[in-house]
């Protein structure tokens, strides 16, 4: 027998509005994080339907990140069908991992089927072979020989990211046909642009806009109005490479082509914008020295993540240190330099540190080469030299009044100068070597411009503190 109070309580929750799940922070709101809290514990499975079940993509991944573990699987389970698989290219690897290992791979088949290609593949990559090969096996032929071509590609490629649902017609087509083909086809995606021009290998001749379609006679052949594709995109490009043409060329959709000039899919500008915002993490993450961590990480992946650079720059600090002890018996004599060095370097590595953002970035984005290296980097070192006369007085003018001494203002004022010059020329370098020998300049610069800031900074100040007081 069902308890009336569980029944009232029901209704009422069934009833309460949630047309915005956010708060004006942008983060899921408290309220309805409670709500749903407390329709998962009552199984209130019409509540779930009603304000959960029918949230966007982005917005069931974003509340499926912010309830608690124990609470997806939950919410999962009652959702049953309901469930819209695409929120799970919305959330963290981990989680969406933690997920998919729960559900059946007969309700995970039958949601694929439902997905357009790219989120398809998306899913399909991270899971097992096993339950890969047996959730492809229960789609049909045609679906299942296009998300394996696609998972042959290389991770990260355009060939992972593209959709493979397009319309393709070949040349010899009239407009009234290509319109009729379109109306009547059931295969189609549900969105696109674009209109495919090919020949009977599937060879791209072209493409055709759909504005010039529906702006053309019935009569008309597709050939005489297709335009040539000057953009295709190699299946096995990187995707960030491809997200590079886009921003370029300001395309919404470009075709992507395999090794024979042959088409297999599209990218749309859907996807990316997810490849931007995903390179951006990466490269922001990665100076960080933090690599592809995420916050769903536990707490073994994270310090594991975390670990090799931090041994990394231990060594880097133990042979600044090493500097330090060459020049004790100065430090002994005159206590201000124990208590100014640190600026020194640190000032260094700030300015190091600006300049190899800019670089890691220019980099990244293919802004920076072999002919204009040369410019930037003379570019870089006067920026430094400006910044270090600068500082350099400003810092010479403060420890010379705060010790009383103007020898103490002028040593620290030309190590200032070297230390900001060598920070420039570090933070540009580095990363251009780094990226020159094919290592990643955003995960490893960071550590080798700090250990040059450091070493030059102390040496510079010690060494000229130690030469300039045995001079005199």
């Known amino acids: 027998m069902i308890d009336t109070e569980d029944e009232d309580r029901t209704r009422t929750r069934s009833e309460e509005p949630a047309d915005d799940i956010y708060a004006e922070n942008g983060s899921v709101r408290a309220d309805f994080l409670a709500l749903v809290g407390a329709a998962i514990a009552d199984r209130d499975i019409l509540f779930l339907r009603q304000h959960v079940a029918r949230l966007h993509e982005s917005e069931l991944g974003d509340l499926l990140e912010a309830i608690q573990p124990e609470q997806r699987l939950a919410l999962v389970r009652l959702l049953g069908a309901d469930f819209d698989l695409t929120a799970l290219t919305e959330v963290d690897e981990a989680i969406r991992l933690e997920i998919v290992e729960q559900m059946p791979n007969e309700q995970i088949a039958a949601a694929i089927g439902e997905l357009d290609s790219d989120d398809a593949v998306y899913i399909l990559e991270d899971l097992d072979k096993d339950d890969r090969e047996e959730i492809l096996a229960q789609l049909p032929f045609t679906e299942r020989v296009r998300l394996r071509r ?34 009547e086809e059931d295969e189609l995606p549900e969105s696109f642009t674009q209109i495919f021009v090919i020949d009977p290998t599937f060879k791209l001749l072209g493409i055709v806009d759909l504005d010039r379609i529906l702006r053309t006679k019935r009569q008309v052949r597709i050939e005489s109005i297709m335009r040539e ?217 960071a550590v080798f411009v700090t250990a040059v800031t450091d070493v030059i900074g102390f040496f510079a100040f010690l060494g000229l503190a130690t030469w300039w007081f045995a001079a005199v």
């Open 150 to 183: 696609a998972l042959d590609y290389p991770e990260q490629s355009a060939g992972r990211r593209m959709q493979t649902e397009f319309v393709a017609v070949p040349p010899f087509w009239t407009v009234g046909q290509t319109i009729d083909y379109m109306r």
């Open 229 to 445: 594709t000057n953009y295709p995109i190699p299946a096995e490009m990187d995707q960030e490479e491809a997200a590079q043409i886009f921003e370029q060329y300001d395309l919404l959709s470009a075709a992507v082509v395999d090794d024979n000039g042959r088409l297999v899919g599209v990218l749309t500008i859907d996807d990316v914008v997810d490849v931007i915002q995903e390179e951006a993490e990466e490269d922001f993450m990665r100076l960080g020295g933090v690599g592809d961590e995420e916050l769903s990480d536990s707490l073994a992946e994270t310090s594991r993540s975390r670990v090799p650079w931090l041994a990394v720059n231990l060594v880097t600090a133990f042979l600044a240190a090493s500097v330090i002890g060459i020049f004790d018996a100065t430090i002994e004599k005159i206590v201000a330099l124990a208590v100014l060095m640190p600026i020194v370097a640190g000032m260094g590595g700030n300015a190091g540190s600006q300049t190899m953002t800019v670089t890691v970035r220019a980099l990244a984005t293919r802004s920076i080469d072999i002919h204009n290296a040369a410019r930037i980097i003379r570019r870089e070192a006067g920026v430094g030299l400006l910044n270090g006369v600068l500082f350099g007085l400003l810092i010479g003018l403060v420890a010379g009044l705060w010790f009383q001494d103007a020898n103490i203002g002028g040593i620290i004022a030309v190590a200032m100068l070297i230390n900001m010059i060598a920070a420039a020329l570090a933070g540009i370098m580095i990363p251009l070597v780094l990226d020159r020998i094919g290592a990643d300049p955003a995960v490893s610069s």
